[in-house]
């Protein structure tokens, strides 16, 4: 029987978020809700001595307390899944399908608590928080449609009668490793593809905001999804490794920094894996002479200073061609015109950042710009929110003159700070985007088709805007950053994404036919027909 929408609205509001935007003193950790495990189809509490504190970046108050799983809980949970894979597997695809299609149904009965949870955990503004959920309901709406890519081919007769055919089959247990940044959209971007192809999942969420995880769970397990199907540990490097390790696990879905990324590439993949790794960015936006001021100043500034520039997509380095000079004072402009403030107060723009060290990052970045020669036209160091004094808040901050060399360039800063460059031409402006080690995103800002379609042949970048700022694929295609950003088999979500979650399987068959002698009855009609038509 299922459950009523309240379990998620209710429930969990109160379970994981009781504290969501007090601005008074944190609360003490003993008396904060704690974070279930999901294993086998049941919210658990965890038999862990070992606890964090998941906090409001705001405010600092304590949201909840996560466990670190245990081996035994972690190796229950794989068991599970592996428990399950069986029988999910033969689960025929429109049954998996439909699973999806209430899903997403579900998700959008409960959009906005989904992300008022995001804004409790992550800090992002309410209506960033709704974009986060929406960008991953779109991969679980391209999921009810996966049919078409689970299509094996065919040719017909390759020798005197032998058939060849194809066929795509799941891989068993999977796993997800998520981030801190887009609690709801990344694992969104992972297990229901898994699952829908016929795997099994066992989910790590963030540390930081696992909040969001679990909400969708329960509403996965309220369109059907069978005990087992998928499954939520939490942790921090143990059970990263747990995962790594574990012979029942298949396959491995990170996005995260490059230091982690790269680790859990190597140990996966040695120990047999498959692995698909996001890793960190330097985004550009190359912005021509010819280019609209009014629309590429707001493009620049919500790509730049949105979600407070902790996204793997935001433009952290602009490109000007020709000279920043005519860009400076509507630059400006638009950056002081952005609100800092709580995520879920109305006028916000921009909220925290997620914790006290990624905000003293962020500013000791800037002062080293600064340091190294560039200018700060607009500091956003030192910003106190009243209501929030608490909160970790960084401003929209501008660099400029900035140079190739200098740590506030070379470093993802993931904070709200543009770092604004000059070049003469737009060969230059390619050689520098070429030059970054990273290969995310890329946009390029102009009037002219002809420079626009150089441009997108000639970067060295695996996702380019032209007038579009922040170039995230629709999950029809697939999330394919390049270079420095990337490690692994196949990319994320759309046809990759799949492949990434199944494994070929080629038949070559033949069926000889049974001789006249040994086949036919009485008449010379076939077996089984010798009735037929008397």
């Known amino acids: 029987m299922q459950r009523s929408q309240q379990t998620l609205a209710l429930a969990y509001a109160r379970v994981l978020h009781l504290k969501r ?60 899944a592996k428990d399950a894979f069986p029988a999910w597997r033969a689960t025929p695809v429109p049954t998996r399908q439909r699973v999806m299609l209430k899903f997403q149904e579900l998700i959008r009965q409960n959009w906005d608590e989904l992300a008022k949870s995001v804004t409790t ?13 929406f960008r991953g309901l779109e991969v679980v709406e391209a999921a009810c449609g996966i049919a078409p890519l689970l299509m094996g081919e065919t040719v017909e007769n390759v020798a005197g009668g032998i058939d060849c055919y194809s066929l795509r089959q799941p891989l068993g247990v999977c796993a997800g490793i998520c981030p801190f940044n887009f609690p709801a959209m990344v694992p969104l971007w992972m297990y229901p593809l898994a699952v829908t192809a016929g795997n099994t999942f066992v989910l790590k969420p963030s540390e930081k905001d696992p909040g969001a995880s679990l909400m969708l769970a329960d509403l996965a397990m309220q369109a059907g999804l069978p005990r087992g199907v998928l499954n939520i540990v939490h942790g921090t490097h143990d059970v990263v490794n747990n995962i790594l390790d574990h012979p029942d696990i298949a396959a491995v ?3 995260g920094g490059d230091a982690a990324g790269r680790y859990i590439y190597g140990r996966a993949a040695a120990n047999g894996k498959r692995v698909q790794c996001n890793l960190g960015a330097k985004n550009h936006a190359v912005v021509l002479p010819d280019a609209d001021v009014d629309s590429t100043v707001k ?76 200018q700060c036209l607009l500091d956003g160091r030192g910003v106190v929110v009243p209501g929030y004094e608490k909160g970790n808040f960084v401003g929209p901050t501008l660099l400029f003159g900035v140079q190739p060399h200098m740590d506030c360039y070379k470093q993802e800063i993931f904070g709200p700070v543009l770092t604004c ?28 088709g002809s420079a626009a379609r150089k441009f997108q042949h000639d970067v060295q970048v695996g996702m380019v805007g032209i007038n579009v700022p922040i170039p995230v694929p629709l999950p029809m295609f697939s999330f394919t950053g390049w270079r420095g950003s990337f490690v692994g088999d196949t990319h994320m979500y759309g046809r990759a994404g799949v492949q990434f979650f199944t494994q070929p399987k080629t038949v070559t068959a033949k069926w000889t036919a049974p001789s006249a002698a040994g086949s036919a009855v009485a008449g010379g009609r076939m077996p089984g027909l010798d009735r037929v038509g008397a």
């Open 21 to 80: 935007f007090s601005s008074s003193a944190a609360a003490a950790s003993a008396d904060a809700p704690t974070v279930k495990l999901l294993i086998n189809g049941e919210f658990k509490d965890s038999s862990t001595d070992s606890w964090i504190n998941v906090t409001n970046p705001a405010t600092q108050d304590v949201v909840s307390r996560l466990p670190l799983t245990t081996v035994a809980e972690f190796k229950a949970a794989v068991q599970a």
């Open 121 to 133: 955990e992550q800090g992002k503004t309410f209506q960033d928080a709704k974009g986060d959920v």
């Open 253 to 255: 879905s990170f996005v």
């Open 299 to 374: 493009a620049l500034t919500g790509a730049s200073f949105g979600a407070a520039g902790q996204r793997c997509m935001a433009i952290s380095a602009v490109v000007f061609v020709g000279g920043f000079e005519r860009w400076r004072e509507p630059m400006l402009e638009a950056a002081k015109s952005l609100k800092v403030n709580g995520g879920m107060e109305p006028d916000a723009d921009v909220g925290p950042m997620i914790t006290p060290q990624a905000k003293q990052r962020a500013e000791a970045l800037i002062q080293a710009g600064i340091d190294q020669g560039a």
């Open 421 to 448: 460059l000059e070049v003469n031409t737009l060969d230059e402006a390619i050689a520098v985007v070429n030059a970054n080690p990273y290969g995310n995103g890329t946009a390029i800002f102009t009037d002219s």
